[in-house]
């Protein structure tokens, strides 16, 4: 069973801290997709990532795919109450059609206090 | 607004009773996904429409099923409730049948009582 773990599940930080969030499996992952979840609202997909070794950048947030697509981080840098949410990543299994499965984690849940 | 509805936002009902969820996908997209996500379990995949055909399932329970219609909208029926059932459900669409890239909708909150 391929299983993702998300860690650290809680992080509470100040604003203007920086923060690393990890997602880890003894899978490989054909990509892999990180969302943000705000209460009451569906998850939002950030960014999908591809390649092993890739590194992707949105505005304060750095987002990099292991080199053996088994595990990913996301860094956010300057962090501000805004980014409070629940960070969830989700790998794509490899495979062709039916047998392409996407596989959830539990979820980081970030506070960032003002 | 994502550009996926689901309806109705809240639902409160009894256990053993039968409630369905709407989910409208974005428009152009041809793929439907329910997931139900709960605060010890997370997100889990129930069921996968595309084109009004069922592509894969999940873990969903024998107590419910789904349907995407022609116009492409989706129901998903939840019958003989039970207490465990109360969760989130959100739905999720996209263009193609393989799903990258989701957009969910802001998900239908039941609480079973």
């Known amino acids: 069973t391929q299983l993702l773990e998300q860690s650290p599940q809680f992080l509470s930080i100040q604003e203007g801290e920086n923060l690393t969030v990890y997602c880890n499996s003894s899978s490989v992952f054909s990509s892999l997709q990180w969302y943000r979840q705000e209460p009451g609202e569906g998850p939002v997909l950030l960014v999908t990532v591809v390649t092993g070794g890739e590194v992707k950048k949105l505005k304060r947030l750095t987002f990099q795919f292991g080199d053996a697509r088994k595990d990913s981080s996301l860094h956010i840098t300057a962090a501000q109450p805004g980014d409070t949410g629940l960070y969830l990543c989700?790998?794509?299994?490899?495979?062709?059609?039916?047998?392409?499965?996407?596989?959830w984690g539990l979820g980081t849940s970030l506070a960032v206090n003002p | 607004d994502s550009g996926v509805t689901q309806t109705p936002k809240h639902l409160i009902t009894a256990t053993g009773q039968r409630v369905t969820l709407r989910c409208s996908p974005r428009s152009g997209d041809l793929s439907v996904y329910w997931y139900q996500q709960s605060l010890d379990q997370g997100l889990q995949f129930l069921i996968h429409y595309y084109n009004g055909e069922e592509r894969a399932k999940g873990n969903i329970l024998e107590r419910f099923s789904a349907q995407q219609f022609p116009d492409l909208h989706s129901e998903l029926n939840l019958s003989s409730l039970e207490l465990g059932d109360s969760a989130l459900y959100f739905c999720?669409?996209?263009?193609?049948?393989?799903?990258?890239?989701?957009?969910f909708g802001s998900g239908t909150r039941l609480t079973v009582v």
């Open positions: 989700a790998g794509v299994s490899p495979g062709a059609g039916n047998n392409r499965k996407l596989i």
């Open positions: 999720a669409s996209s263009f193609s049948r393989d799903g990258y890239g989701y957009t």
